[in-house]
């Protein structure tokens, strides 16, 4: 399955798979929440999954599918090298991790390795530093992390209650927490420390 939000990304892989013959595309999703939904109807064996994609985050999603016990391993292709993200993409399930710039070649040995079991990181990866942030999990909720996440988007408190479905006190009490939790003193500072925490993505360009 395909989990990416700009569908050039998606059409790219699905003909690069589809020409090297040996793998199957059964689905496609535009985020992480969309992913989960087709997971769970559609026999998968294997997720290419972005990082940086709207309401549900690839890194939200890796934890969601770990947590469900769905059979699906996780391989993430993103263009993001930061030591902290590759740490927290592989602490919460993911088996492989490969950059958007990789050649072909890196993607298939990527999905060869996962498949027979192992993990895969990018060469161009420092993974000496990303062992130094191989550390417990955050004391997140997803919940909290989603709300997290929906910030960093830029949305108010309103904005949240709506799209969550949930109170405004209750956005409101999740904001709160969250500051509370990471140390943080105003909404910039918190989105900060969460980005360098690699518990949210922020959303640049194509990423």
Known sequence: MLVDDHNIVRRGLAALLQMDGRYQVVGEAENGEDALGKL?????????????????????????????????????LSMYDDPQFVAEALRD?????????????????????????????????????????????????AREREVLQLIADGHTTQELAEILQISPHTATRHRANLMQKLNAHNQVELVRIAAQKGIIIIKSGLA
């Open 40 to 76: 769970e109807s559609i026999p998968t064996d294997l997720v290419i999954l972005d990082l940086s994609m709207p309401r549900m985050n690839g890194l939200e999603a890796i934890r969601r599918i770990a947590k469900k016990g769905l059979r699906a391993k996780t391989v993430v």
């Open 93 to 141: 399930g993911a088996k492989g991790y490969i950059l958007k710039q990789a050649m072909d070649e890196e993607l298939f040995l990527a999905l060869e390795a996962v498949l027979k079991g192992g993990q895969y990181v990018s060469p161009a990866i420092d993974f000496a530093r990303v062992q130094e942030h191989m550390v417990g999990p955050q004391e997140l909720t």
